[in-house]
């Protein structure tokens, strides 16, 4: 056994040689706003009663996303997030939000009541 200091990764099995880890990462889809069909929905499931609107449907990466969680926070005047590939929006702007992202250039509907 040697002692080589120059590799700090120590594997006792691999059945492929190189660590190809960007290879084994899923690709998103980058489609432009366009392209893409939205839904704007208020949601209240599993947030103790406090109303949030959803924005679903995106295809593409998540820098882009945070990007625009940040813009609809700021013209919404209220906090919100990115969860799984989906934007959060803390209480109901569900036109507001549907007008900003029409002249963003995004196809978006309302969704649900």
């Not at 700090?8 to 899923?26: C, I, L, M, P």
């Not at 995106?58 to 990115?82: H, N």
């Not at 507001?96 to 009541?113: E, F, M, P, R, V």
């Given at each position: 056994?040697?002692?080589?200091?120059?590799?700090?990764?120590?594997?006792?099995?691999?059945?492929?040689?190189?660590?190809?880890?960007?290879?084994?990462?899923?690709?998103?889809?980058?489609?432009?706003?366009?392209?893409?069909?939205?839904?704007?929905?208020?949601?209240?499931?599993?947030?103790?009663?406090?109303?949030?609107?959803?924005?679903?449907g995106?295809?593409?990466?998540?820098?882009?996303?945070?990007?625009?969680?940040?813009?609809?926070?700021?013209?919404?005047?209220?906090?919100?997030?990115?969860?799984?590939?989906?934007?959060?929006?803390?209480?109901?702007?569900?036109q507001?939000?549907?007008?900003?992202?029409?002249?963003?250039?995004?196809?978006?509907?309302?969704?649900?009541?």
């Open positions: 056994m040697s002692s080589d200091k120059s590799s700090n990764k120590r594997f006792v099995y691999r059945e492929f040689g190189n660590d190809n880890s960007a290879a084994t990462q899923r690709g998103v889809p980058e489609l432009p706003p366009q392209q893409q069909n939205l839904k704007v929905e208020a949601s209240r499931k599993g947030r103790k009663g406090k109303t949030v609107t959803v924005i679903s995106f295809q593409t990466k998540p820098e882009v996303l945070t990007d625009l969680v940040k813009q609809l926070k700021s013209q919404c005047g209220s906090g919100g997030t990115v969860k799984d590939n989906e934007i959060e929006i803390q209480g109901e702007h569900k507001k939000i549907l007008d900003i992202l029409t002249k963003l250039g995004y196809k978006a509907k309302i969704s649900g009541g």
